[in-house]
């Protein structure tokens, strides 16, 4: 037996410090241990999901080309199925760590700590009627909007002569950006009608009966959004003299694939065409938009800030200056708006540490059988474990030391399977929540897969409950888009509900957060999982953006556009909060961080008035940053055989100009503009929104305030639910009301409900017919009711002269013949299968009359065993008494005919094989 047999947490087997080599070597070394490693068995009453990290090393089946986003991929690196051997150490990983939980938990000093230092759930909180919602027009996002209306107006003068105005809004799919969205509009109408009141007044006349849903479009094939879509199409065409239709392509970069539904729409010929369509693109990273295959003119585009322009906006580039200008303070002192790599969780996992060399140990106990692995090295693959469960177990210490858990208590639990507790990690968790008064701030932590978000969301859950810390911060888990992590709150999250509820409607008990601003002050680590989601805003109260599991092997493909799309989370105007402080590996730290490299010295030969001479080129210096990256992928822009362009600053858009567009990018071999379409670009996080919102109001304007959206009412779409079918073919799932799944059903809720008649069986009749009524529930009969037999397919087994008097006289069946029907008499049952008396119906089943030809029966106590002739002589062993032939291996397969009667109880001990 190998020591991996026996291992159990406090048991460790010794690593071997001379065992030094790189875990390449090891993939190909010959291994004579003994067999694959056997997991210990779980103490936990929950399941562990001992699954692969399918969304991490094996890229899923999507069929649906537009839900792949473009800007926000892996590590650069191929994904391909990951070998066996890591998925085994991956398994086996998550094993010891839910061993070491109830190891923690079987500890009576843990217990005893916790039972003297655990402080209280909050009772009392702050009541806020208003939240965080953020009123008005700033003075920045009213400049664009008149800017932007100043180029419709030059290029597009006709747009004054329409009588109606409409306003529509197409966003990527995520269900958050689309709900974030449909509030944001919504908002704004009712903020403009406050002096506008007939301001889209056809959208919206009264929060109640709004109608925004319609005109926010999520770019997903699904019968909704397809409506939606065909409805503005025909609109457009039909009202091409009469409605000016804006319409916003919100993150206009994402998934510009051809034939997609906004290619379909956006780039239809008549759509191209129309003199009533005003479309603005908008995006922080529109490199695929601005190449010289691009439908924009370069004149419609406008950049929010350029090199010169100055703002209080804090972005990007102002994390990477202020982390230089405050390069000597020490990192774990957690400077607000600066990029920190934490060194030593680095080391922690580094080759030589005692982490890395358990791991070795253990994937060599997983290798025994050895597996092809293609494209992506088997390093690779070991580092993304050795990270993602490094990681879990130092936010497992960090939450230890918060409860006052002293480590040489705790230490012994976690063996040498991870180094100390880094000083980031320890002073993040000490300072992001409050137990007094239950606020705290926001932890956001970035994980490439779903079933490593859905793990990490199920440790820190564990370990949350085991400290007794059930009040003290919340875990919530967003699935990219299978769920916004809003649903929490009705389910594992509930009891922060109330303190939301105090703080974002003053106590209302019906209010549910929505979107993450209404999460503001709560203490929160928020797991966002795969692509996550781009344009979503975050709470001020957002202080640390984890991104320890990203970008740690290679930035090999991964673009410029993904880079600045996930550190765009962390963005946004400085505010009485606190900035966020962005963890990052070293790799992707020297990759932000422009670094100055020599050219090197060229010699070159020239003629000059006196005559031949050499010139010695000087040095230059060389900077190197995120706008060297690729801007996108090759397939959605290239730039051919010549050498690649880049800009010399991050505002600079020119260089990708000279690009262009991939064959599978919507412009490609494009060689057309459209004096209609404009482009807005401005970074993450800097009120793109609230500018574009800004110029339908003055567009709105322009028209002379119509009233209506359109020449006649339109009727509303029917909306089911947010929905993710991803496939034309499949029906539309209509999602429940939140309100309805608390605890408890609501009674006004249940009072609203009404019956709704049943549906005709056409097999037993109508059950609305009196008479079909009668035949079941007066008479007693289980046989369907005479008119049904007209149509049953029970009528194509009775043999013609049975059928016909069956349909006539259903009654009046001789009584001993097997098809007969007789009156209804029941008498008392006893089973040896069944404690209790049985109700017997003693009348036969009206179709066994076609057992007469092709079957034989054997009558039993209660009932009739029936075989099929042509198997009967090569099965069974008597024609008389229902004994299966010995040589049969197999138990006969028992198909019960048709009726529902209360005893149909057959006893088999006398078939089964070796009964007697």
Known sequence: MSDMDSIQPGNLPPFDSDDDEEILKICNSSINEDGPVKLPTLDSDEDVEILQICNGFVEENNDNAEDIDPHDIDDGDEEVETSAACQNLDQYMRTLIEQTIASLSRDEMVHKLLDEKSPGPPTEFEKNGAGIKKKGVFDKQSEIATQLLQKIHTSSPQIKDFKFFDFYIFVPRFIGLGRQTIDRLKEFIEEKQEQCPSFLQGIQQDISESRVEDHVIRTIKCKNENSKVENLKQRVLNEKSETLFFIVHDEAHFAPKKHNMVDMFINDPAILQSPNVVLLQVSATPYCLVTKNSRIPEENCINWFTKEDSSNYFGIQDFVDNTLKLKEVIADQLQEGTIVVDEA???????????????????????????????RSEKNQLLRVARLHGLIMQYMKGL????????????????????????????????????????????????????????????????????????????????????????????EEINFLKRLQS?????????RPSTYKELHKLPLILIVCEKGKMGITYPPSLRWYDLRLRYYSSLSGVTRGAIEQDFGRACRYPSTEMLPTIFVSR??????????????????????????????????????????????????????????????????????????????????????????????????????TGAFLHLAFLLWKVLQRPKNTGPRSTEPIEIIEWDEVENDDMDERKSPNIEQLLKYPQVQHLKSLTLTKPKASPRYGDPNDKNVQKWYLEDGRTYPFPDCLKTSSLLKRIEPGARLNAIKNPEICPKDDIGARVSTRFENVYSDFCAKKLTHNQSLILDMNMCQANYTGTKMNWGYLLRNRKSFQGKWQMTQTPTLDPKIKLPPIIIPTSGRASSALLDLTDTMEGSK
């Not at 080391?347 to 982490?355: A, C, M, T, W, Y």
């Not at 300072?431 to 079933?451: H, S, Y």
């Not at 080129?617 to 055989?641: A, F, I, Q, W």
């Open 345 to 375: 969780f680095e080391v922690n996992i580094q080759v030589g540490s005692n982490f890395e060399k358990f791991l070795k140990l253990q994937y060599k106990n997983c290798n025994k059988n050895k597996t092809e692995n293609k494209g």
């Open 587 to 688: 790799l992707v730290n020297k990759r932000l961080f422009p670094r100055k490299r020599m050219k090197a010295k060229k010699t070159k030969f020239s003629y000059a008035a006196a005559g031949q001479r050499y010139d010695e080129t000087s040095e230059v210096d060389d900077s190197n940053g995120v706008c060297k990256l690729d801007p996108d992928y090759s397939h959605h822009m290239h730039r051919g055989k010549t050498k690649k362009e880049f800009p010399s600053n991050n505002s600079d858009l020119n260089p990708y100009r000279s690009w262009t567009s991939g064959k599978e990018h919507w412009d490609y071999a494009n060689n057309e503009i459209h004096a209609n379409r404009y482009l807005l670009v401005g970074r993450p996080q800097i009120g793109k």
């Open 503 to 511: 703080w974002n409607d003053g106590g209302n008990p019906r209010f």
């Open 400 to 491: 230890l030391k918060k409860a006052n858990i002293p480590s040489h208590i705790y230490d012994k639990h976690f063996q040498s399977r991870t180094e100390e507790l880094t000083g980031i990690t320890e002073r993040m968790i000490q300072d992001f929540a409050e137990p007094k008064n239950g606020e705290g701030k926001m932890i956001l932590l970035r994980v490439m897969g779903k079933k490593e978000g859905q793990f990490f969301a199920k440790v820190l859950r564990k370990m949350r409950k085991l400290l007794k810390m059930d009040n003290m911060f919340s875990v919530v888990l967003d699935l990219d888009d299978e769920k916004t992590g809003m649903e929490d709150f009705l389910n």
